[in-house]
Nanobody, 115 residues
Framework: QVQLVESGGGLVQPGGSLRLSCAAS????????MGWYRQASGKQRELVAHITSDDTTKYADSVKGRFTISGDNAKNTVSLQMNSLLPEDTAVYYC?????????WGKGILVTVSS
């Protein structure tokens, strides 16, 4: 089992920045990739950013150039630096960890971009 705990969400004005963090515990040795997903009200969950154990990253087109994902394998954490936030970035953000046997999800953290 892998447990994930997200932190860092909240309310920010358009154009502002937030940094989300996710701490993994448990069978972290089995994780080969981690990612951030989000789900806005009335919409399906979508990939925001993804990072593998060799630091290969992937981003949704809508966040390229604004968001940066980074991981610390020693600390079992993954972070998402979000800059130039837009109202359409408002969503519940979920941390995910991927193993060969199972995917794990955090409970989610709300990010609201509003003036």
């Amino acid at each position: 089992q892998v447990q994930l705990v997200e932190s860092g969400g909240g309310l920010v004005q358009p154009g502002g920045s937030l940094r989300l963090s996710c701490a993994a515990s448990g069978r972290t040795f089995s994780i080969y990739a981690m990612g951030w997903y989000r789900q806005a009200s009335g919409k399906q969950r979508e990939l925001v950013a993804h990072i593998t154990s060799d630091d290969t990253t992937k981003y949704a087109d809508s966040v390229k150039g604004r968001f940066t994902i980074s991981g610390d394998n020693a600390k079992n954490t993954v972070s998402l630096q979000m800059n130039s936030l837009l109202p359409e970035d408002t969503a519940v953000y979920y941390c995910a960890a991927f193993t060969l046997g199972m995917d794990y999800w955090g409970k989610g953290i709300l990010v609201t971009v509003s003036s």
